[in-house]
């Protein structure tokens, strides 16, 4: 087993770029940076997503697959959709969101002229005078507003519908957890760029398609057309599962166990993983102990989906990295499970 070295500042960094689907454009500009002199190749096609080829070994006589890697870019956020005539604006939401999470969070309305700060809230009566049936009351995402704190002209002036709005939180470590608002799935992309670091002076056995996609928490989009196109013969999603390994929760329940290793998927409401794949990455793990879990996941789905089911089909499995608090601003990964991630695939690779 190796002990790989974590550049835990860079995943901070990534969890605190914004971009909800179709707005991915800062997570892209950095990955394109961080993809320098580790890869033969790398464009970005029209939907958004980068792709970047690294060419495997010329071995006599050896056949080459060509694996696809893919983890999500973009974050779950909002979309302005209304700006109401005192200038509060309504919000479209981008990925699924549990509004237990959302009450009184400070945001971050990204305009053509710059950013402006805002609180978003469901409004109502304050708890001083709520009545019982208030307090009991989970409200809707439509109900919820952000406040800019301007007059409606200025907002008017300055703000436009389609405007992306984030979740405002700066990652930190808490103890051997980092935490962060996007850790779904920046956690998978900073995972994805120290597989192609590891291979930076050497090559993998396979061409490896590494590509850094748009609009998964919308339908999986951009691995959709990421696929179609790269036509693997072998596929890789990387993304974050549930580690519900809490409180209040049964075991049965807990999907996975934050800092027990990387896991490797067998279902999910979008994929059964591969069989046999499943069965490598065990043997494999297990050979070089490598930390590692299955995961079997009742609701929820990944990249490794639309790899799955592209053109006439691609053996196909899923990486998933444990993650407590998973669509809240404190999505929180151990550090054991990123290594045992990256260590599993570069020895697969390798």
């Known amino acids: 087993m190796t002990t790989t070295e974590l550049r835990l500042d860079v995943l901070r960094h990534l969890s605190d770029l914004n971009g909800v689907p179709g707005q991915e454009d800062a997570v892209r500009d950095f990955v394109l940076s961080d993809l320098e002199g580790l890869v033969d190749e790398v464009r970005v096609d029209a939907l958004g997503n980068v792709i970047a080829l690294k060419r495997g070994r010329e071995e006599a006589g050896g056949k080459r697959e060509r694996v696809m890697l893919s983890a999500h870019m973009d974050e779950i956020g909002f979309l302005v959709r209304y700006i109401d005539e005192k200038g509060f604006l309504r919000v479209q939401a981008l990925g699924g969101f549990d509004t237990r999470n959302l009450f009184a969070r400070n945001v971050t309305v990204h305009t053509r002229g710059g950013t402006l700060p805002g609180l978003l809230t469901p409004g109502g009566r304050p708890v001083h005078i709520a009545t019982p049936e208030d307090r009991k009351k989970v409200p809707e995402v439509k109900e919820f507003?952000?406040?800019?704190?301007?007059?409606?002209?200025?907002?008017?002036?300055?703000?436009?519908?389609?405007?992306?709005?984030?979740?405002?939180?700066?990652?930190?470590?808490?103890?051997?957890?980092?935490?962060?608002?996007?850790?779904?799935?920046?956690?998978?992309?900073?995972?994805?760029?120290?597989?192609?670091?590891?291979?930076?002076?050497t090559r993998p056995r396979h061409d490896v398609v590494a590509v850094f996609s748009v609009q998964e928490e919308v339908g999986l989009r951009g691995a959709i057309v990421a696929a179609y196109g790269v036509e693997p013969t072998l596929g890789i999603g990387l993304d974050v599962t549930l580690a519900v390994d809490t409180p209040g929760v049964g075991p049965d329940e807990a999907v996975t166990r934050l800092g027990e290793g990387i896991g490797i998927k067998v279902f999910d409401s979008t994929m059964i993983s591969t069989r046999w794949l499943v069965d490598e990455f065990v043997d494999l793990a297990e050979k070089e102990g490598i930390p590692y879990q299955m995961e079997v996941l009742a609701l929820g789905g990944t990249d490794g989906a639309a790899i799955q089911r592209t053109r006439a089909g691609v053996p196909t499995l899923t990486l998933s990295l444990p993650t407590r608090y998973i669509h809240t601003i404190v999505e929180a990964v151990h550090e054991t499970d990123l290594r045992a991630g990256v260590d599993l695939l570069v020895a697969y690779l390798r």
């Open 145 to 201: 507003f952000v406040d800019l704190g301007l007059g409606a002209d200025e907002i008017k002036g300055r703000v436009r519908v389609g405007d992306m709005v984030t979740l405002d939180q700066t990652a930190r470590q808490v103890g051997a957890m980092t935490v962060g608002k996007a850790m779904d799935d920046r956690a998978s992309v900073f995972l994805q760029l120290e597989v192609l670091r590891a291979f930076r002076e």
